[in-house]
């Protein structure tokens, strides 16, 4: 009778444990888990614990969100991004950190029925939180669906994508003044106004939906949000008191929004 080690082989493609080429990383992967005795959820790539589909309630945004997710990000215990994708309805979540040779990037950019833009602060972007609300819809084509693309990452490799994706550094930049601090206390940021891609996507939404035909009012994006502070409120029972005063972000007044 062959092993079961044997027959977890077969199922990922390999002839044999000594043969090193893997066609099938998923399926190690999984192996892996299923060797360890534990379990791990692929939608939300959390264990199984923590896994926080269950809190999941999918919306339309009316907007199509791109989610460029850098590969560090995407490694993280908790990545607000693939949480996002998982909570928008017809959005797109996207692996890498140049993107003019992505064949899905290109083909999102090739589409006449969309309009593009950017979420990048700074230089040359502009900010929609100012103005009136007739200021804010002359910013995008009405006769085109809004298209937005969001780097999930750091400072750095956010700018290092810009740097390095023409034909993104090329879009329409939109940015906007952000209403409230960030709720992400299980993760230090860089400065108070600094929010995570959840949040920013959070608030693009109330800000800019109703241009969309997105109500607001209905509050169907707090589902966003919702499953954010159920994860934060399970990762946070796991950290020690000293070390939430001392490593974490929390809301104060000293935070306040530049
Ligand atoms: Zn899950």
Redesign the pocket.
Known sequence: MKSARANAFKATGRKSPGQRTCLKPFACASLIAAMTHRSF?W????PGSA????DLRPFDPKIEFVILIHKLESRRRIATGRMSHLCLKGSHLIEGDQFDENKQVNALLDRDDVFPVVLYPGTGSIDLSLGSKQELASQFLSDRKLMIFVIDGTWATARRTMRLSRRLAGLKRVCFSPSKVSQFKVRKQPAAHCLSTLEAIHQMIELVGPTQGFDPLEKKQDALVDVFSKMVERQLAFVPEAHKAQNYFVASSENALK
């Not at 939608?43 to 959390?46: G, I, M, N, S, Y």
């Not at 896994?51 to 269950?54: D, M």
């Open positions: 959820c939608t939300c790539r959390q896994c926080y589909c269950g």
